[in-house]
């Protein structure tokens, strides 16, 4: 049991291109018509080995059709995520647009607040902004710098900074 297990996490990690030709390949020497399979010399081999091809196929293609499965549903997660955070970025109050229209339009890479500063934790909460450094000192503040998906965002749509207002 153990080395099926083992077997079973090896196929799990199989890039989806490996694993697609592997079922490719056994498909085409399992379902090749007798002529053709004469042609490419494989008619004895699937004659002989027909117990072995059958469920290394079907084993295959599970894993196969696994993977594409995970693969499809971690990309349409990641898309959802990306949409939850910009649909984010449309709901922000005056007095955020404010903060982060310093790092968009006057091009700043970090702004320096307190920690103490409830707008800034707020943004750092959303994951929109993150402390850059944890030296800083309270006449200074501490760096915080925008998220990379969120200046993107901003950049591409700078409206949805329109009514910003004060901004620390």
């Known amino acids: 049991m153990e080395k099926l297990t083992e077997f079973a996490d090896y196929l799990i990690k199989l890039p989806i291109a490996f694993l697609f030709s592997i079922v490719s390949v056994l498909g085409l020497i399992l379902f090749l018509p007798e ?28 894993f196969f059709a696994a993977n594409t499965f995970n693969l499809v549903m971690q990309e349409y997660r990641e898309r959802e995520a990306l949409r939850k955070q910009n649909e984010t970025l449309h709901n922000l109050t005056p007095e955020e647009k404010g903060y982060l229209f310093r790092y968009v339009e006057e091009q700043n890479n970090t702004i320096y607040v307190g920690l103490d500063d409830g707008v800034m934790a707020g943004l750092c909460a959303r994951d929109i902004t993150y402390r850059a450094a944890n030296v800083g000192d309270r006449l200074n503040g501490y760096a915080f710098n925008l998220q990379p998906w969120a200046r993107k965002h901003l950049e591409k749509n700078p409206h949805i900074l329109d009514g910003h207002s004060g901004g620390q």
């Open 35 to 62: 002529e053709h399979a004469k042609t490419l010399a494989v008619n004895n081999f699937r004659s002989e080995y027909r117990i072995f091809l059958g469920p290394a196929f079907l084993i295959t293609f599970a």
